[in-house]
């Protein structure tokens, strides 16, 4: 199966025959000469919390097996893992490449994760995930894939993501750090270096030196989240003193959270959601959300600002930067507005390397930029007038056998509204979709 970048789904759609697997990354860069490659075993607060599960040239065996580098060379890894052996306080196996000396992702000329399993006939190859350098700009690093838990089951995801710094920096965001040893790099966690717990030793490579990070409360989180773990991310933003900055870690954060004082909450791509809105309340002055997703989830009929995501009263304001939300902003006279969008589109099956074609009827408050964040996926006109209008959604040369996952984003005044896509397409080649209008205003009166 071909993922493409966000693509998620669960092992046992992929097989249900081994819980023993092969994680191989491939590739190829004629200005970076060697890439440090690391799986980082991490657990419910999204945390390196055991560093015997950081696997890498210096440490290349976790305990029990769970997980063995047994492969390395200077531009390709390949790991093998084992689930049974994967104790349950570690959720998350997360795939990373950094480059190791100077350059940056965008320089690579291709790149391939792929995942595979011992089957009766040899090495079957479940999924590929191929990217290039052009898909990322300065990151020096990538979180590329990771396998997670997840309503009791395992899961993939081709995630894909840039990340600005090299493996110190990776390290630090999980909640390890450096030490110093006669002049050789060790990796520790943050419950290890208490305990002088500490990885073995290098005697070749050596991660980059540390990189220094700004003082700011960091929001211990899991993926997905647990229940018992509501009202924690609240507890925080009142710990928080007046003027302070919240830094979220990935993942996300359930809501509903209440800020009434001046602060900064840094999101670094995370999610706040609750079920019913308002997600986010400001009730302050001074307040910049910066970089997060606000989603109301399942909002409820008949329950007052349900389908709220952040509601500003009158005695706050609030700066945004890059918010993406699933729900309406009130309170704000530049974001607020009744977007006539849909919540959700499915395009079902759709021919593969050909140009599908979609419409779909909005009505917007005020003018905005559309784009899709699938690739493959383009939005016909990309410039959109305040008002009812059309919209063209091209889904094109996409391989077959290929499931689509992402968003399509309206971008106005530092907000970007959302909207999940998926589909998929037919193994086989199959007559193209021409222009059906799925969707039109009317559909939410």
Sequence with gaps: MQFVRGQRAKLSQLSNRTKRFNAEIVLQSVQVPVFDFVCFGIDAHGQLSDDRYMVFFNQKQAPGDAVTLEELQD???????????????????????????????????????????????????????????????????????????????????????????????????????????????????????????????????????PVSAPAVISVPVSLPLAPSRAGVLQETIAQTPAGGVV?????????????????????????????????????????????????????????????????????????????????????????????????????????????????IEIDTPRACEVKSTVSGVTIVPKCLEKGRQNLEIRVENISSDTFLTGNIEFLTNGVVRTIPISGHTASQPCNPVKNPLIWSVDAIS
Excluded at 259 to 271: E, F, R, S
């Design 75 to 209: 531009k390709n890894a390949k790991f093998t893992f084992d689930l049974d052996a994967v104790p349950p306080e570690i959720t998350r196996l997360v795939f990373t490449v950094s480059v190791d000396g100077t350059g940056i992702m965008a320089s690579l000329n291709s790149g391939l994760f792929s995942l595979k399993e011992e089957g009766v006939s040899g090495q079957q190859t479940l999924l590929e995930y191929k990217f290039v350098g052009s898909d990322f700009q300065t990151e020096s690093a990538l979180m590329l894939a990771e396998i997670y838990r997840k309503d009791g089951e395992w899961r993939v995801w081709a995630q894909g993501q840039g990340f600005a710094g090299n493996l110190s920096a990776l390290l630090a965001h999980f909640g390890g750090q450096e030490i110093e040893d006669s002049g050789a790099s060790a990796a520790t966690s943050s419950q290890a270096s208490t305990s002088g717990n500490t990885a073995p030793q290098s005697s070749s490579r050596q991660p980059s030196p």
């Design 247 to 359: 830094s979220l870690t990935r993942g996300e954060h359930q809501g509903p959270i209440y800020v009434d004082k001046p602060l900064t909450l840094q999101g670094n791509g995370a999610v706040i959601w609750a079920s019913n809105g308002p997600v986010i309340v400001v009730q302050s002055t001074g307040v910049s959300l910066q970089d997060i997703e606000v989603e109301a989830t399942a909002p409820e009929e008949g329950i007052e600002n349900s389908e709220v995501a952040l509601l500003v009263a009158p005695q706050g304001n609030v700066q945004l930067t890059n918010v993406r939300t699933r729900g309406r902003i009130v309170g704000i006279p530049e974001a607020d507005g009744e977007w006539k969008i849909p919540t959700y589109l499915n395009f079902g099956e759709i021919a593969p390397r050909a140009t599908n074609s979609f419409g």
